[in-house]
């Protein structure tokens, strides 16, 4: 029965929400089919008319939008194309999410998480299976040889690298937990529980470094924040306890061997990154910088420097990251607002958790800017205005 009741929600949909659920969930193809699907939708949005409204309405960002017209101008500037290509697909995204944010209601996000879940799952399975060499990786040098890096026996699946796919195992786990606080179908809660173990799985294939401390972490920020009494320190010590089980643990295969060699090139990329912000500390040279410039210092190509933190300030300088700082401002009032709610804390702890997987995971890698990992995110971040001008949680 409860199975009928999902498909009865799907069938209740508008054909907006059904076609909007339909490019939600095809993140999961190969990236190209992904952005396929995703330019032709907004083309449809252009076609029926609401594409004029969606831009007037999004013209209310000024901060935004400036930001990205930065991004582009000094991309330009410094004849960087990807970070031109980049900019173009800030602007894309800013669109498309500006329409979801309109579309977005409580039971439309509930079953759109659900949705990530479920394909998670599956995505999972593929992963045991690429690691076990059972199915080949897939293979991008039909777009260009340059974009296919094999990864040894390190899982993938449909998302281009190990870590980019490592780090969408971490958000899910968090809707995992955000999904079992906030349901009282027993069905939903065992499933979400096969599902958190299935992606810790496919986790472990991906053989991601970075991603276990980030997990742990992001664990114990939601658990402290939805709990706060003492299960939450002994659930949260738990929680560590699996994630360094996990993390050292040489049966399973995570490439803790190799992390001292690993470290010296990440310092190396690092400190390349730094040279390069040196160069043009207050501007920057649009996303890509490092990808764009490494050769001018004679530095070893990488397609960025290999942290959030660094990356961010040499690709957009002192000024670009100003900009996105004040950008960042009213969401962060609004969880600020929340946490004064207690029931609101399921949610603040979901958005909480996904901000401390990309802290800590954006230390060692850049990750998040990644066209299916980025997108991930967002779906789950922009649902902050409807959750914050909500009255109580919605539970089913």
Not at 257 to 269: A, F, K, N, P, Q
Not at 287 to 304: D, K, N, V, W
Request: charged share 10%; proline share 4%.
């Amino acid at each position: 029965m409860k199975s009928i009741g999902i498909i009865e929600k799907l069938k209740s949909l508008s054909k907006q929400e059904g076609l909007l659920l339909g490019v939600i969930l095809s993140i999961f193809l190969p990236f190209y089919l992904f952005v396929i699907i995703f330019i032709s939708y907004l083309l449809w949005l252009v076609y029926t008319g609401e594409m004029k409204g969606i831009l007037k309405r999004l013209s209310q960002h000024p901060v935004l939008l400036f930001f990205i017209a930065y991004s582009t101008a000094i991309s330009l500037l410094a004849q960087n194309v990807m970070g031109v290509v980049s900019s173009v697909a800030m602007f894309l995204f800013a669109i498309f999410f500006y329409y979801y944010q309109s579309q977005l209601t409580p039971k439309f996000f509930r079953l759109t998480i659900e949705g990530i879940l479920a394909l998670s799952v599956f995505a999972a399975a593929f992963a045991a299976l690429e690691h076990f060499q059972i199915v080949k990786k897939f293979d991008y040098t039909f777009l260009s040889p340059r974009m296919q890096v094999w990864h040894q026996n390190r899982a993938e699946v449909a998302f281009f690298n190990p870590n980019y796919y490592g780090i969408i195992c971490c958000f899910c786990i968090m809707i995992g937990f955000y999904l079992i606080s906030t349901t009282k179908l027993r069905w939903l809660r065992i499933f979400s529980m096969i599902a958190i173990f299935a992606n810790l799985f496919g986790l472990n294939f991906t053989q991601n470094r970075t991603a276990f401390p980030a997990i742990i972490f992001g664990a114990i920020i939601y658990l402290f924040t939805t709990i706060k009494n003492w299960r939450a320190f002994w659930l949260s010590v738990g929680v560590f306890g699996v994630g360094l089980a996990f993390l050292f643990s040489s049966d399973l295969g995570v490439r803790m061997g190799t992390l001292d060699s690993s470290m010296e090139e990440r310092v190396s990329i690092w400190n390349a990154g730094m040279a390069l912000f040196k160069q043009n500390p207050f501007w920057g040279e649009g996303p890509l910088t490092y990808m764009h410039s490494f050769p001018r210092i004679g530095a070893p190509y990488h397609e960025h420097a290999h942290s959030i933190y660094i990356d961010t300030i040499l690709s957009y300088g002192v000024v670009g990251t100003v900009l996105l700082g004040i950008a960042s401002s009213t969401p962060v009032r609004m969880l600020i607002d929340m946490s004064q709610v207690p029931s609101k804390r399921p949610i603040l702890g979901l958005y909480l958790s996904f901000l401390t997987v990309v802290a800590v995971h954006g230390i060692f890698d850049l990750a998040l800017f990644w066209i299916q990992s980025s997108f991930i995110f967002l779906l789950v971040m922009c649902s902050l205005p409807l959750k914050h001008s909500m009255i109580d949680e919605f539970v089913d």
